[in-house]
């Protein structure tokens, strides 16, 4: 074997392995509220927003909530940033982010949307009253 198909191999990899780690190391895995109170690393957590506890500090331009995970454990959070659209009508919001100091600090929170298809059967041209369906 020549000697540079050997370090052509050792750097493939050495390239593959780094890749692996990095790829390990971006990836932030979905985890319950309990979970996430005890992981020292960056975690997804998903749930509800209580919206009676939504305080926006306008100055900052921080937004503090309670996320309520399915189990129904409560979980502080802390998002120094705007609020995003359609925050307070979104049926589930996923924070990523780290606990610390009895709160979770979100580095970015994802709104999960309603179904923007709700309600198309009622609204589609075929159902609009007007002229039968058999004369279009």
């Not at 979770?104 to 198309?120: D, N, R, T, W």
């Amino acid at each position: 074997m020549r000697k540079s198909h050997v370090i052509g191999g050792i750097l493939i990899l050495g390239f593959l392995g780094l890749g692996a780690g990095a790829f390990q190391s971006a990836a932030t895995r979905y985890v319950s509220v309990e979970e996430a109170r005890h992981s020292p690393r960056t975690v997804q957590v998903k749930g509800r927003v209580e919206k009676e506890s939504i305080r926006v500090d306008p100055k900052t331009l921080s937004l503090r909530f309670d996320l309520v995970d399915d189990a129904g454990d409560r979980l502080p959070v802390t998002y120094a940033g705007a609020e995003p659209g359609g925050f307070r009508q979104a049926p589930a919001v996923v924070a990523v982010g780290r606990y610390e100091g009895g709160v979770f600090i979100a580095q970015s929170l994802l709104v999960k949307c309603p179904s923007k298809y709700e309600g198309v059967a009622e609204s589609h041209p075929e159902n609009l009253p007007g002229e039968p369906k058999e004369a279009r």
